[in-house]
Nanobody, 124 residues
Framework: VQLQASGGGLVQAGGSLRLSCVAF????????MSWFRQAPGKDRDFVAA????????SHADSVKGRLTISRDNAKSTAYLQMNSLEPEDTAVYYC??????????????????WGRGTQVTVSS
């Protein structure tokens, strides 16, 4: 499976972006999809996850109400809608996929596939 993330860029505080993650290879509709982010000098942190059917989601407290994960199984694509962006949201955003997760959201160490990341920069 290859994951290709896109949609990052430079935006002013309060602005919006939508990230996309397209999966190539295996049955997308069987995978839990998630977004993580890593700011310079910091660990990679969980942002949001969505189960295979798209019914259940989980979001980090720091992004609730501003960032929203969704998916379109017909397009093999997961999305992260980012509204009311803050400078603290500046990071490289990664999408990840899990086939065999035993928990929801899956532990970071259990993801099977990772995308390369897309840079999001929010200016104040």
């Amino acid at each position: 499976v290859q994951l290709q993330a896109s949609g990052g860029g430079l935006v002013q505080a309060g602005g919006s972006l939508r990230l996309s993650c397209v999966a190539f290879g295996r049955a997308f509709s069987s995978m839990v999809m998630s977004w993580f982010r890593q700011a310079p000098g910091k660990d990679r942190d969980f942002v949001a996850a969505i189960d295979a059917s798209g019914v259940r989601t989980s979001h980090a407290d720091s992004v609730k109400g501003r960032l929203t994960i969704s998916r379109d199984n017909a397009k093999s694509t997961a999305y992260l809608q980012m509204n009311s962006l803050e400078p603290e949201d500046t990071a490289v955003y990664y999408c990840a996929a899990s086939y065999y997760a035993r928990s929801f959201p899956p532990k970071q160490s259990t993801y099977d596939y990772w995308g390369r990341g897309t840079q999001v920069t929010v200016s104040s």
